[in-house]
């Protein structure tokens, strides 16, 4: 069975403070995708990133940042500079290649950057 | 725009009523999804349908039901609500195929009382 597990339940910081959120999976499979999802309180998710369980390339956005390594199963989301803007709840997921395409969701980290 | 609507944003009703959650996606999307959100468990697949007419069990579809007669539009259907189906309900949907980005509604907030 697949897991993914965020374990900070809720982080804050001041603006421009730099964020790591961090996110483990468990798959068996070896061929899989994670993604990383905001919520802002509007409601509605918001794709940010997918990778494949073949390219562990670091992947920079702006100031978002994400790191991923196979060998402690982690696929860490970095936000550099934070601002108002970010306050989200933040959600990893993991789907499996060539299956139902479900997507295993952690539960989430709430962020709030304050001014 | 992609674009993935739900019928309503709040919604309240009685114990032992009947809902009607409404799902219309414009991408032309194969699969669609419920999801329930809930404070400290995150989001749980209901159903989800990969197909018209064709729908499997997520991790918790007991009290629900699903509907998808045509490719854009999934309800969800409570048959008769209780007090513990209190919750946000997302609906998503998303390409086949590879393991796509699924798109999100802006969900139903549904409480029973």
């Known amino acids: 069975a697949q897991k993914v597990t965020q374990a900070q339940t809720e982080i804050s910081v001041v603006e421009k403070e730099d964020v790591t959120l961090d996110c483990v999976y468990e798959t068996r499979d070896t061929t899989y995708y994670l993604f990383w999802y905001k919520q802002p309180p509007s409601g509605e998710l918001v794709f940010l990133i997918r990778?494949?369980?073949?390219?562990?390339q670091n992947e920079i956005s702006g100031r978002y940042s994400w790191n991923f390594q196979k060998s402690t199963s982690s696929f860490n989301f970095t936000i550099t500079a934070s601002q108002v803007v970010d306050s989200a709840v933040y959600f990893c997921a993991l789907s499996l290649w060539g299956g139902s395409e479900k997507l295993v969701f952690g539960k989430g980290t709430k962020l709030t950057v304050n001014p | 725009d992609v674009k993935v609507t739900q019928s309503s944003r709040y919604l309240v009703k009685r114990t032992g009523e009947k809902v009607f959650l409404e799902c219309v996606q414009d991408?032309?999307?194969?699969?669609m999804f419920w999801y329930r959100q809930d404070p400290g468990l995150g989001l749980r697949l209901i159903y989800f349908?990969?197909?018209?007419?064709?729908?499997e069990k997520g991790d918790i579809p007991e009290g629900y039901s699903v509907s998808r007669e045509k490719k854009e539009r999934f309800s969800l259907i409570l048959e008769s609500t209780s007090t513990n189906q209190t919750s946000m309900y997302l609906c998503?949907?998303?390409?086949?195929?590879?393991?796509?980005?699924?798109?999100f509604g802006q969900g139903t907030r549904l409480t029973v009382v």
């Open positions: 349908s990969y197909d018209v007419k064709m729908k």
């Open positions: 998503a949907s998303s390409l086949s195929g590879v393991s796509t980005e699924a798109f």
């Open positions: 990778r494949n369980s073949f390219d562990e």
């Open positions: 991408m032309d999307h194969e699969n």
